[in-house]
Each structure stands twice: as structure tokens, then as C-alpha cells.
Nanobody, 123 residues
Framework: QLQLVESGGGLVQPGGSLRLSCAGS????????IGWFRQAPGKEREGVSC????????NYADSMKGRFSISRDRAKNTVYLQINSLKPEDTAVYYC????????????????WGQGTQVTVSS
């Protein structure tokens, strides 16, 4: 089966950091462009970041620049999202998604999705 599995979320205090992971199962994740999205209750799903299949190009939403960093480890078949200086407004379910023809900031352009990992930022 083709499957994406997110992990690494949890409850953290404002100013803390998390590293989220997106692991591929049933396919070689490094063949795909991987995007990270997040969705807070009652809000639209928004694009966070994307890394292309080779890892040579990364993209970030303007509001995410400076605190978010995306990377990939082909040996582990995993893509990471490092989040620093977490704020309460970062609280959301974070999803990774895969597509084969280039990065996109639009969720509808991705055909494969994980189930998400919850990030809660609270004191």
C-alpha cells in the first residue's frame, strides 16, 4: 500500500521546537515532491513548505519563513519539518503530502496524504 505517516507532534510550550517526520511506506518517498500543510479547527488547510524530489529546491509560505525548515533523508525514506520558536497560533494538525510533478502550495494538487500529527502550543 502507498502510505504516508506523520509523527513528532505533541504538546510544547511557546518558544519550543519540534521536528516533524513524514515517512513513506509502500513506495520510495524520494521519488516524490513532498509538501507540508497544516489545518487548525475551523480554518482552511494552508500550505507550509515543500521540498522537491531531489531536495535541491525548497519553498515556504511567506509567514513560515525564518521558523520553519524542510529537509529529507533518503536513507531513512523520510522528510522532516523543523519548527522553531513555536507560537500558540501554530497549533494545528500537520499533514504531509506527495505528488510527482513538482511542488505546489495548493492542497488539491497532491494525491497522497498522511493522517496528520497534532501540534499543540500552550503554556
Amino acid at each position: 500500500q502507498l502510505q504516508l505517516v506523520e509523527s513528532g507532534g505533541g504538546l510544547v510550550q511557546p518558544g519550543g521546537s519540534l521536528r516533524l517526520s513524514c515517512a513513506g511506506s509502500g513506495f520510495t518517498l524520494s521519488y516524490y515532491d513532498i509538501g507540508w500543510f497544516r489545518q487548525a479547527p475551523g480554518k482552511e488547510r494552508e500550505g507550509v513548505s515543500c521540498i522537491n524530489n531531489s531536495g535541491s529546491s525548497t519553498n515556504y509560505a511567506d509567514s513560515m519563513k525564518g521558523r520553519f525548515s524542510i529537509s529529507r533523508d533518503r536513507a531513512k525514506n523520510t522528510v522532516y519539518l523543523q519548527i522553531n520558536s513555536l507560537k500558540p497560533e501554530d497549533t494545528a494538525v500537520y499533514y504531509c503530502a506527495a505528488r510527482a510533478v513538482g511542488c505546489s502550495s495548493l492542497s488539491r494538487d497532491y494525491g497522497y496524504w498522511g493522517q496528520g500529527t497534532q501540534v499543540t502550543v500552550s503554556s
